[in-house]
T-cell receptor, first 111, second 116 residues
Framework: GNSVTQMEGPVTLSEEAFLTINCTYT??????LFWYVQYPGEGLQLLLK???ADDKGSNKGFEATYRKETTSFHLEKGSVQVSDSAVYFC??????????WGAGTKLIIKP | EPEVTQTPSHQVTQMGQEVILRCVPI?????FYWYRQILGQKVEFLVS????????KSEIFDDQFSVERPDGSNFTLKIRSTKLEDSAMYFC??????????????FGPGTRLTVL
């Protein structure tokens, strides 16, 4: 079946550091890929998405590229801020109606 | 900006009691979903709903669960006889088109259900 695997957290970085959170997937067909963010005490917000191979999603300085050959959708940001501290979820959507989620990666940014 | 709302934000109940979690999806959306997130674990799909019927459901969504769109705006999740393991954050989501068509699912802030 379809699945999403994320790197385990927490990931702790200093402000202005470079961020990578790894995400790989297993899917039949051609899924769409998403990154959602959950700030402390809040719900799930879509951060970015990509709908086909080689697409790059970007938002708020975050980027992720849909790599079909490596079945990956790694999240990157060049310079993180304390306000980026949150839990980040990678997810995929296939031909069915549901989103399939990774376990989430907690990101902690220290000043 | 339109948003999905959920009530209550926190529900505490005794084991064996029925609970109803309420959601108001975005008004022009046609597809509705429930997910849950047990503390510290991944988000899990429960059910999707379209045109007044269930489109898909997961193994978690057994006979104790039901969904309903009782009027033009609300979308509810009912748990008939709650168990301790039902304690989780429950998220409602809606989308204009099916997620398989690359349409974004918009999430509500969640209802934290605590079963004692």
């Amino acid at each position: 079946g379809n699945s999403v695997t994320q790197m385990e957290g927490p990931v702790t970085l200093s402000e202005e550091a470079f961020l990578t959170i790894n995400c790989t997937y297993t899917a039949t067909g051609y899924p769409s890929l998403f990154w959602y963010v959950q700030y402390p005490g809040e719900g799930l917000q879509l951060l970015l998405k990509a709908t086909k191979a080689d697409d790059k999603g970007s938002n708020k300085g975050f980027e992720a590229t849909y790599r079909k050959e490596t079945t990956s959708f790694h999240l990157e940001k060049g310079s993180v801020q304390v306000s980026d501290s949150a839990v980040y979820f990678c997810a995929l959507s296939d031909s069915n109606y549901q989103l399939i989620w990774g376990a989430g990666t907690k990101l902690i940014i220290k000043p | 900006e339109p948003e999905v709302t959920q009530t209550p934000s926190h529900q505490v109940t005794q084991m064996g009691q029925e609970v109803i979690l309420r959601c108001v999806p975005i008004s022009n959306h046609l597809y509705f979903y429930w997910y849950r997130q047990i503390l510290g674990q991944k988000v899990e799909f429960l059910v999707s709903f379209y045109n007044n019927e269930i489109s898909e459901k997961s193994e978690i969504f057994d006979d104790q669960f039901s969904v309903e769109r009782p009027d033009g705006s609300n979308f509810t999740l009912k748990i008939r006889s709650t168990k301790l393991e039902d304690s989780a954050m429950y998220f409602c989501a809606s989308s204009e088109l099916p997620s398989g068509a690359n349409n974004e699912q918009f999430f509500g802030p969640g209802t934290r259900l605590t079963v004692l």
